[in-house]
Nanobody, 127 residues
Framework: VQLQASGGGLVQAGGSLRLSCAASGFTMGYYAIGWFRQAPGKEREGVSSISSSGGSTYYKDSVKGRFTISRDNAKNTVYLQMNSLKPEDTAVYYC?????????????????????WGQGTQVTVSS
């Protein structure tokens, strides 16, 4: 069972990146998926999440209108499109999976509720 986060990198402010979270060893379609991030010296925080069906989403206020979460259950992959990036978006980004039987449940704000975690991908936004 594994979650693989990828797509991070170095980008200038105003630029874009698309993160991917690929699952192996389990069927992602039974899980809500969350993206979290941790900046140096700060606690990890929830950024966005999506229900198992893709029909419901959540965004942290500071990323609304700039980030878009989506999923392709046939490919066992969730994406986070990040546009208009700001230096304060710099962090290690993690994806996590929470099992659910409710197709519109967007996932918990509590990290402890998640069953699987990816290894993280670094996003650095230069000013």
């Amino acid at each position: 069972v594994q979650l693989q986060a990828s797509g991070g990198g170095l980008v200038q402010a105003g630029g874009s990146l698309r993160l991917s979270c690929a699952a192996s060893g389990f069927t992602m379609g039974y899980y809500a998926i969350g993206w979290f991030r941790q900046a140096p010296g700060k606690e990890r925080e929830g950024v966005s999440s999506i229900s198992s069906s893709g029909g419901s989403t959540y965004y942290k206020d500071s990323v609304k209108g700039r980030f878009t979460i989506s999923r392709d259950n046939a490919k066992n992959t969730v994406y986070l499109q990040m546009n208009s990036l700001k230096p304060e978006d710099t962090a290690v980004y993690y994806c996590a999976a929470e099992v659910t039987t409710h197709q519109y449940y967007v996932g918990s704000r509590d990290e402890d509720e998640y069953d699987y975690w990816g290894q993280g991908t670094q996003v650095t936004v230069s000013s």
